[in-house]
């Protein structure tokens, strides 16, 4: 059954570094989000992407933040420079049909920063 | 802004006792609905999801809920509860039915717990 896959299962990386979190969404999906859980909270949204632009970000997506789609396979947020609050885990998803809007998560990336 | 209330935090219930999770949704137009359930270092798996079909909907490992719009609720249900469902269950709710990029507002969710 396709899945969603994320790399790295956990990113430990010191304040101000930037990181990098990668994703592989389902291969016949069109949309595709990044979500965060940090410990004992919500699930948030922070993006979602559609056609190669990010369609809608929330509050939380600010500068620090870009997301990419560099080549036909991977979906990747990127976090300039990383503060101690941005400790979460990371989730990303991806979408095949709009009229649905079932989501299909992948395993998240926990990140801590330090 | 959609928000969604699951009610209590924690529920704990005997093997094969009935499973009960509430979730209340805000929404001015119907939306979609979706529990997903969160297994110890795993992602989020959907369990169910409402999309104005039937109200009650069924899915994954005998688990129900109903669309009951005058109450805004979308509770999750499971006649029997076995020691394996033991895990997090997220409801959440669409942003804008019908909307192809609709972002998703969970619930703050709820931990269940299974005992012998």
């Known amino acids: 059954e396709p899945e969603v896959t994320q790399t790295p299962s956990h990113q430990v990386t010191q304040m101000g570094q930037e990181v990098i979190l990668r994703c592989v969404p389902i291969?016949?999906?069109?949309?595709f989000y990044w979500y965060r859980q940090i410990l004992g909270q919500k699930v948030e949204f922070l993006v979602s992407?559609?056609?190669?632009?990010?369609?809608?970000k929330s509050e939380i997506f600010d500068d620090q933040f870009s997301v990419e789609r560099p080549d036909g396979s991977n979906f990747t947020l990127k976090i300039r420079s990383t503060k101690l609050e941005d400790s979460a885990m990371y989730f990303c998803?991806?979408?095949?049909?709009?009229?649905?809007?079932?989501?299909?998560f992948g395993p998240g990336t926990r990140l801590t920063v330090l | 802004a959609q928000s969604v209330t699951q009610l209590g935090s924690h529920v704990s219930v005997s093997e094969g006792a009935l499973v009960l999770l509430r979730c209340n949704y805000s929404?001015?137009?119907?939306?979609?609905l979706f529990w997903y359930v969160q297994y110890p270092n795993q992602g989020l798996q959907l369990l169910l999801k409402?999309?104005?079909?039937?109200?009650l909907v069924k899915g994954i490992n005998g688990f129900e809920a109903e669309f009951k719009k005058s109450e805004t609720s979308f509770h999750l249900t499971k006649p029997s509860a076995h020691m394996s469902d033991a895990a997090e269950y997220f409801c959440a709710v669409s942003d804008d039915r019908g909307s192809t990029l609709g972002r998703l507002y969970f619930g703050r969710g709820t931990q269940l717990t299974v005992w012998p």
């Open positions: 998803a991806s979408c095949g049909l709009a009229d649905s809007n079932e989501q299909f």
């Open positions: 291969s016949n999906h069109l949309y």
């Open positions: 409402y999309t104005s079909a039937a109200t």
């Open positions: 929404s001015s137009v119907p939306p979609y």
């Open positions: 992407f559609y056609n190669n632009e990010i369609s809608e």
